[in-house]
């Protein structure tokens, strides 16, 4: 679709592949909407797109997406100041530490940032995005989900926990939030259906991983010079974001490199979607479709 003048907001937008998102849509046209928990970065980011796009309209919206707090109010910021939403991007996310770390909700934190802030935002801001045609909610994935070993009796990882395994779960269980998310609009057909996919960016180049002390942060550090840039890291969700065609005709889908992928899905965990949409329904108090 066309982006100029469509509303989007961008989770985890003042650096990395959030941030060259917004940019490039910026110069597109459209009113960009950047998150990010620090202010100063956030108003960086709005007055470079300033400089570099000087007619693109840009807010900002501040939030720490490890709260549920914080996402519910980023929320209900966001639906009182605007009457409609074109795409969200939850881009947000990140590896956390080789110690098991609760919120102060007390979920893992793997699993509030990558998975259940997502399911939030989406949630509470469907009603929003119902109102225009064609929108899109786009998840950051990753092709990390090869690795996931999901256990539905243990999510929130309190009898085995592992860095490395609990993000490849989450990047799974966004993936597989899309495929239901699609799945129950089929089965309730509404007005202005929105659409849901994940992509992965690919490896690259940014500060991710860079406040754990998990494999992760060892590999982005010494792999840096070998990464990909994050403008190119960003190209597919610009791409799903911006496409009028090949990019509508499907939900709940996975894309790479502007294609749709396979998604890996272990044997015994092939039929947990509508399982796992139920507990991240449970865990947050929030229904959703």
């Known amino acids: 679709m066309a982006v100029k003048n469509k509303r989007i ?23 960009v909407i950047i998150h990010g928990r620090d202010a100063a970065k956030a108003a960086a980011v709005k007055q470079e797109i300033g400089v570099i796009a000087p007619d693109a309209a840009v807010d900002v919206l501040l939030a720490d997406l490890l709260k549920k707090s914080d996402v519910l109010a980023l929320a209900e910021a966001f639906n009182s100041r605007f009457d409609s939403l074109d795409v969200l991007i939850n881009n947000a996310g990140g590896v956390m530490n080789t110690r098991r770390e609760e919120t102060e909700d007390g979920w893992e934190k793997t699993i509030a940032l990558n998975v259940l802030a997502p399911f939030m935002l989406s949630a509470l801001l469907y009603p929003k995005l119902q109102r225009q045609p064609d929108a899109r909610i ?26 490395l395994r609990a993000y ?101 965990n092939a039929e947990l979607t509508g399982a796992l949409w139920a507990a991240w329904e449970r865990y947050t108090g929030i229904p959703f479709l």
């Open 138 to 163: 786009i998840n950051t994935a990753s092709m990390a989900h090869y690795t996931a070993r999901p256990d539905l009796n243990d999510l929130m990882y309190e009898q085995r926990y592992h860095a």
């Open 168 to 268: 490849g779960d989450a990047k799974l269980f966004v993936i597989l939030m899309g495929r239901e998310f699609a799945s129950r609009q089929r089965n309730n057909p509404q007005d202005n259906q929105v659409i849901m996919n994940a992509f992965h960016p690919g490896m690259v180049a940014t500060n991710f991983a860079g406040q754990s002390d998990s494999l992760y942060h060892l590999f982005f550090r010494f792999f840096r010079p070998l990464l990909t840039s994050p403008k190119k890291g960003a190209d597919t969700m610009v791409y799903l974001a911006t496409d009028e065609k090949k990019a509508n005709n499907f939900n709940g889908a996975y894309f790479v490199k502007r294609k749709r992928a396979k998604i890996y899905i272990p044997k015994r």
């Open 9 to 31: 907001l961008i989770t985890g937008a003042t650096s990395g592949i959030g941030r060259e998102a917004a940019i490039a849509l910026a110069k597109q046209g459209a009113h």
